[in-house]
Antibody
Framework: EVQLVESGGTLVKPGRSLRLSCTAS????????MTWFRQAPGKGLEWVGF??????????EYAASVKGRFIISRDDSKSTVYLQMNSLKTEDTAVYYCTRTVVYEYSIDYWGQGTLVTVSS | DIQMTQSPSSLSASVGDRVTITCRASQDIRNLLAWFQQKPGKAPKSLIY???NLQNGVPSKFKGSGSGTDFALTISSLQPEDFATYYC?????????FGQGTKLEIK
C-alpha cells in the first residue's frame, strides 16, 4: 500500500525557515518524481513544485511564488522528499501536501495527509 | 501560465442525481487534465487522469470527457459520500494550475 507521511509543519515567524519532510512507503521511491502542493485556509489548491527522479536528473521546478525561497530535495536512501522553506511570509500559511507523481505521464496518483504551516508573528 | 476556469463554483443536487462540472483551459493542454475530490478537512483524492482514465479504485460512476481546452466531469447516481469539492488540474506545463473548485452540496 502506497503511503506518504508529511511532517514538520508548525507555527513559525515571518522571515524564518522551516523544512518539511515526506516519507514514502509501499513503492520504489527512487523511480518516481514527487510533487508538493499547498492549500491556504479556505482556499483552493496550489502547485508548489516538483522534483524529478534521479534517472531524469533529480532537478526541480518551482512556482513563481516560491522560487528562490523554497528548495525541494530528495534522499532516495530514506524514501524521503523535503521542502526547505526559507524567508517565510504570512502568505505561505497553508496545509502542505506531498504527492506521488506518475512516471512519464506526470499526473498525481497518491496524496499525503498534509501538514499545516502557519507563518505568523 | 495556463488558466483553468471551472464551473459552476457551487452546485446543489439530490441523492441519485447526475451532475456535470466543466473545466476550460486557456490553451490546448494536450489532454493532460486531472480531476480531484476533496472532502472537508481531508487531503484531496485523485479521481481521473489524462481526461478520462480512472485512478485505481475509483468507481465508474465518475466519468471524464473532453479534449483540447474543454473538459467535463460527470458524476452519476450521486450518493452522500460524493458531496465534496472537485478540482480540475492541468499538468501539461509548469506551473501546474487548478480550477477554482466546485463545491457539490446536497439539496
Amino acid at each position: 500500500e502506497v503511503q506518504l507521511v508529511e511532517s514538520g509543519g508548525t507555527l513559525v515567524k515571518p522571515g524564518r525557515s522551516l523544512r518539511l519532510s515526506c516519507t514514502a512507503s509501499g513503492f520504489t521511491f527512487g523511480d518516481y518524481p514527487m510533487t508538493w502542493f499547498r492549500q491556504a485556509p479556505g482556499k483552493g489548491l496550489e502547485w508548489v513544485g516538483f522534483i524529478r527522479s534521479k534517472p531524469y536528473g533529480g532537478t526541480a521546478e518551482y512556482a513563481a511564488s516560491v522560487k528562490g525561497r523554497f528548495i525541494i530535495s530528495r534522499d532516495d536512501s530514506k524514501s524521503t522528499v523535503y521542502l526547505q522553506m526559507n524567508s517565510l511570509k504570512t502568505e505561505d500559511t497553508a496545509v502542505y501536501y506531498c504527492t506521488r507523481t506518475v512516471v512519464y505521464e506526470y499526473s498525481i496518483d497518491y496524496w499525503g495527509q498534509g501538514t499545516l504551516v502557519t507563518v505568523s508573528s | 501560465d495556463i488558466q483553468m476556469t471551472q464551473s459552476p463554483s457551487s452546485l446543489s443536487a439530490s441523492v441519485g442525481d447526475r451532475v456535470t462540472i466543466t473545466c476550460r483551459a486557456s490553451q490546448d493542454i494536450r489532454n493532460l487534465l486531472a480531476w480531484f475530490q476533496q472532502k472537508p478537512g481531508k487531503a484531496p483524492k485523485s479521481l481521473i487522469y489524462a481526461v478520462s482514465n480512472l485512478q485505481n479504485g475509483v468507481p465508474s460512476k465518475f466519468k471524464g470527457s473532453g479534449s483540447g481546452t474543454d473538459f467535463a466531469l460527470t458524476i452519476s447516481s450521486l450518493q452522500p459520500e460524493d458531496f465534496a469539492t472537485y478540482y480540475c488540474q492541468q499538468y501539461d506545463a509548469f506551473p501546474y494550475t487548478f480550477g477554482q473548485g466546485t463545491k457539490l452540496e446536497i439539496k
